[in-house]
């Protein structure tokens, strides 16, 4: 089992467990990660924390397997998720949260952080896209500045950097995201729905956009895309050639 669910109390409490990948997902954890969301549902739970085993959070999408277009499908509908629960929902992060780990970490509500945690986009050492999903949720729970540094110098954050300008929201460890979880759960249930529905109102999924999709997609065929994902399972520095 690569994800794990257990409950306390109300509290929901979703762990990544693939420590030999430092819970890089796979197309198989994905799914998995979604019935988690959907049990959670179906057992009345009023607060979700997602975590990772040690000694991260997660490490990013498993190369091996990002090719396969179903692997997409499914970190899409695992990220939407997270957005469309009623119920809130808490990133609990220890050590790198990078790449689809950024991404779950800004699909959640609040986040709590120790101050070893680190968070980042690297898809320009890869020669990869993002979607554009998560290109306006990272600047609307980040901000620009932080979401352009990210994105277009690969530049990775540290917890408190984040928490001075209010994206990482406390800092400490799985206890304390748990206990402020439990805090949660005795809060008016209707009340949270009614507000987070509001609030991802106001952050629709963007609308289809042509040259940015052109974009992308020849970007993930190209040359580069290739030798970077040769050049990180190689562990050598890629050689990049903007084809």
Not at 59 to 68: I, K, M, Q, R, Y
Request: glycine share 6%; with cysteine; net charge negative.
């Amino acid at each position: 089992m690569t994800v794990h669910l257990t409950f306390r109390d109300r509290v929901a409490l979703v762990t990544l467990d693939r420590p030999e990948r430092r819970n890089a997902v796979d197309h198989g954890t994905l799914l998995a990660l979604r019935q988690a969301q959907l049990d959670v549902l179906a057992a009345n739970a009023r607060c979700l924390v997602l975590t990772g085993a040690p000694p991260a959070f997660c490490a990013g999408a498993d190369l091996s397997d990002v090719e396969n277009g179903e692997f997409v499908k499914a970190l899409v509908a695992a990220l939407r998720g997270f957005t469309e629960m009623p119920i809130p929902t808490i990133a609990a992060i220890d050590g790198p949260a990078l790449g689809a780990g950024t991404q779950l970490v800004i699909a959640c509500d609040l986040r709590v952080a120790t101050e070893r945690s680190v968070f980042g986009i690297p898809a320009a050492k890869l020669g990869l896209v993002v979607d554009h999903w998560t290109i306006e949720r990272l600047a609307r729970e980040l901000g620009w500045s932080i979401a352009r540094a990210m994105l277009l110098a690969a530049q990775t954050y540290r917890s408190e950097q984040l928490h001075a300008i209010g994206a990482v929201h406390r800092i400490g460890g799985l206890d304390d995201a748990l206990g402020w979880a439990a805090e949660l759960a005795v809060l008016a249930p209707l009340t949270i729905s009614s507000h987070k529905l509001a609030l991802e109102q106001s952050a629709p999924f963007p609308a289809f956009d042509e040259l940015f999709e052109q974009a992308r997609d020849a970007a993930w065929a190209s040359h580069d895309a290739e030798e970077g994902r040769t050049a990180f399972l190689e562990k050598r520095p890629p050689n990049f050639r903007g084809r």
